[in-house]
């Protein structure tokens, strides 16, 4: 068989919402892909410094922040677009004139909230990750590199924010929150990242998936693969929907192609 290029979201794909742990059988499917010379990848909302819950499952590079920032398992930064500094500046003006609302800055080493209240919290727990620290944003965005924002706003407040951030779009996947790149970035054009720096045709690409972010590379791989318990629109957007996450979905659907 021709060897294939597989990407994996995280959450509610490999990681149950449940233990927030990978699920076992995924572990080991990702393990016998890559003894048969198959490539993994992960192509997460989520920067490679909160990438937890997969234990030391190995795999060939990293698609993060929603495809703005792309690199090899050994490190080697492949593609970085971070969202300009007067976008950043503009939100903070914006929410000081208007708010009050809470939104993070997502940089390559952490992450920093301007205020914390029950979403942020909400978030947090709902990915079993620590609330960001509250910081003078400001100085953030005068000094770090910020790759991803993240609005915590539902989707009814969502417009009038994104009009202080030209160049950028929201990424929704939850109701809780929106992640923000700038505009032509995402997981699918993380796989074209992916696959030019390995020299992998699209067609033998495998994208799997389970939320709004993931639409995108389900579309756009040789073969998109939904989670069972992905919402209506993610399944509509796949060639294929495989059993939920807890019900080892990732490798029923890798031996259904005959990949294991």
Request: charged share 25%.
């Amino acid at each position: 068989m021709q060897s294939k290029a597989i990407f994996f979201d995280i959450d509610g794909t490999l990681v149950s919402f449940h233990t927030h742990e990978i699920v076992p059988s995924a572990r080991d499917a990702i393990a016998a892909l890559r003894k048969k010379g198959h490539k993994v990848f992960i192509a997460t909302g989520r920067p490679l410094h909160l990438i937890k819950g997969l234990g030391d499952t190995r795999f060939d590079g990293y698609i993060t922040f929603n495809g703005s920032y792309c690199l090899t398992a050994d490190g080697e930064e492949i593609y970085c677009d971070a969202i300009p500094r007067e976008a950043l500046h503009a939100l903070c003006r914006h929410e000081k004139e208007s708010g009050p609302y809470a939104y993070s800055f997502m940089g390559l080493d952490r992450v920093t909230v301007n205020r914390v209240d029950d979403c942020v919290v909400d978030v947090a727990r709902m990915l079993d990750l620590p609330v960001p620290i509250v910081t003078d944003m400001e100085q953030v965005a005068d000094h770090e590199r910020i790759i991803q924002v993240d609005l915590y706003v539902d989707e009814a407040h969502e417009a009038p924010l994104m009009q202080q951030m030209p160049g950028c779009f929201s990424n929704r996947w939850s109701p809780l929150f929106t992640d923000v790149n700038r505009t032509g970035n995402s997981k699918h054009r993380g796989i074209d990242i992916i696959a030019a720096h390995y020299g992998i045709d699209l067609r033998d690409t495998i994208a799997f998936g389970d939320g709004g972010n993931d639409i995108s590379m389900l579309r756009h791989a040789g073969l998109g693969i939904a989670m069972g318990n992905a919402g209506e629109a993610v399944k509509q957007s796949a060639g294929y929907i495989t059993d939920d996450v807890d019900n080892d979905g990732v490798i029923k659907a890798l031996r259904h192609f005959g990949l294991l």
